[in-house]
């Protein structure tokens, strides 16, 4: 029986009775989900942190070899989104509930790893976005400063490029809002549900 099943089963359940469910079976399915919580959230921030190192060698090596002060900045936003999300790992895995393996601190630990994700999701313009459009930005306003005189066409290029920037940055934090929404907060409110129903 999977946590769902076992969700479903109590949320269907008329709560003026008590529903008798092997203790062992749900400690078992909360520790799993939490397992798996942990791996994708440790395999997300992977994938990230070695994106924002590429993002920051890639941009800092063409920064050397063009002499362009905003490709530093480029590259310095890519440093500060892979050392942001290695610090927080860092903090939250020194935040986390001392486990004594019962299956409400086993609840717990997944409840603030969900309300964390959730701030970090509905929080991406400011450690990830910001430091990444500074960059982008300036560079778009260097270039166009250097080249003003380059003719419309030229202007009508970094303006479609411009765009496309800000559409993917606004692509970016729709996504994650949408993350947080369909499915970190229906999770926090299953894990809320699950930790009253137990300290009745």
């Not at 409400?104 to 630990?109: D, P």
């Not at 509905?122 to 430091?131: D, G, H, T």
Request: with cysteine; net charge neutral.
């Amino acid at each position: 029986m999977s946590f769902d099943d076992l969700q479903s089963k109590w949320q269907s359940h008329d709560h003026g009775t008590r529903l008798n469910l092997d203790a062992d079976l749900l400690l078992t399915e909360v520790r799993r989900n939490h397992r798996e919580l942990e791996s994708s959230l440790f395999q997300r921030d992977l994938v990230e942190v070695l994106a924002a190192a590429i993002v920051t060698g890639v941009f800092g090596y063409i920064a050397v070899l063009r002499n362009e002060w905003s490709l530093y900045l480029c590259s310095f936003g890519g440093l500060f989104v892979g050392v942001f999300l290695i610090v927080d790992r860092w903090v939250q895995h020194r935040r986390r509930p001392a486990s004594d393996d019962s299956l409400q601190t086993c609840i717990q630990a997944s409840l603030v790893q969900v309300n964390h994700q959730i701030w970090l999701l509905k929080n991406i313009i400011w450690w990830y976005l910001l430091p990444l459009s500074i960059g982008v930005v300036a560079f778009l306003g260097s270039i166009a400063w250097k080249e003003r005189d380059a003719g419309l066409r030229h202007q009508i290029g970094l303006f479609i490029f411009a765009g496309v920037c800000a559409l993917t940055f606004w692509g970016v934090y729709w996504l994650n809002q949408k993350a947080a929404k369909k499915t970190f907060e229906p999770r926090r409110e299953e894990l809320e549900s699950l930790l009253a129903s137990l300290r009745q």
